[in-house]
């Protein structure tokens, strides 16, 4: 599986804008990028995804680079309830088995 | 809407013993997959069932074998426990075979001693 780069930890102050980088210069061209996140005590929960162009939900923002050689996860207002463990995913869509190969993600830390 | 369970909660076993771990999906998903999460790292795949069928394994010994049933509830089994087993499963379902978005449980928290 491509490996995914992401930082440790970063820091953002509450109703902030929140950009969490994920390097992936090994991605082929069938990997799509999933964000993930675990908040403290729960199960990874869905955030967003995308192939090749940008991508908004009501969670977040996905930018893609041109090259697909990294992505930006955009929280457009940090709140408290966004700390968690952010992951940074390449999922082959071409095999039969739908695995997910987590890394160690980024630890957001939100203040007041 | 329920979302995926996990029984039981948490879990204390004693080197070399067996444990089952139970999972209940969303109603209406079809594929259930499993995770181990130790503390510190990211969740690390274990088994793929869709429709009753094992489609994915991961880096795991044979110690660990899993199940899933008609009503889609899948079964996680791990037998002769190691202190290393002790960590965080994960259970996620997912509609089909490939949807894109899993959803996963609160886990079940084991801990060998």
């Known amino acids: 599986d491509a490996k995914t780069t992401q930082p440790n930890s970063m820091e953002s102050n509450e109703e902030e804008p929140v950009h969490l980088p994920c390097n992936h210069s090994?991605?082929?061209?069938?990997?799509?990028i999933h964000w993930y996140r675990q908040l403290p005590s729960q199960g990874p929960e869905y955030v967003i995804h995308g192939l090749t162009s940008n991508v908004n939900n009501r969670m977040a923002s996905l930018a893609i680079a041109e090259d697909r050689k990294s992505s930006t996860l955009i929280l457009h207002r940090a709140t408290l309830r966004d700390a968690a463990v952010y992951y940074c995913i390449l999922r082959d869509e071409r095999g039969t088995a739908s695995k997910l190969t987590f890394g160690t993600g980024t630890r957001l830390q939100v203040t007041l | 809407d329920a979302g995926v369970t996990q029984s039981p909660t948490h879990l204390i076993k004693t080197r070399g013993q067996h444990v089952t771990l139970r999972c209940s999906p969303i109603s209406g998903h079809k594929s259930v997959s499993w995770y181990q999460q130790v503390l510190g790292q990211g969740p690390q795949f274990i088994f793929q069932y869709y429709e009753k069928e094992e489609r994915g394994r991961g880096n795991f010994p044979d110690r660990f074998s899993a199940r899933q049933f008609p009503n889609y509830s899948s079964e996680l089994n791990v037998n002769a426990l190691l202190l290393g087993d002790s960590a965080l499963y994960l259970c996620a379902s997912r509609w089909g075979q490939s949807s894109y978005e899993q959803y996963f449980g609160p886990g079940t928290r084991l801990t060998v001693t």
């Open positions: 090994t991605i082929s061209g069938t990997d799509y």
